[in-house]
């Protein structure tokens, strides 16, 4: 593959290289984080940003699908979350990337 004519590609700055002067591989969970990070068109969404007492849902890793409550933000990325699990209030520690805006009402 001529990986030299992405150099030019509209929208590419610089392409990261091995010591070798190959392209790098970069982490599989990296590139899903990216992805995760555009919409439909391939362009970056807009950062999410959650206040207190906002109603949220896990999307990835073994609580995905979970709704929340925020209760603060315990940093730049990560969110701490009051969650019910099996009719018992946890709290939990989640990175914002793992969350998404819950509309429904329900949680």
Do not use: H
């Not at 995905?64 to 933000?73: D, I, Q, R």
């Amino acid at each position: 593959m001529n990986w030299r004519a992405i150099r030019y590609s509209r929208g590419v700055r610089r392409i990261l290289l091995k010591p070798s002067g190959q392209p790098a591989e970069l982490p599989v969970d990296f590139i899903t984080r990216i992805i995760r990070m555009t919409d439909d068109q391939g362009l970056v969404k807009a950062a999410v940003t959650f206040d207190a007492g906002d109603k949220v849902r896990v999307i990835s890793g073994p609580m995905a699908g979970w709704a929340a409550t925020v209760l603060e933000l315990s940093d730049m990325e990560r969110v701490r979350l009051l969650l019910d699990m099996m009719g018992r209030k946890t709290r939990v520690e989640l990175a914002i990337q793992d969350l998404e805006p819950n509309w429904d009402s329900n949680c």
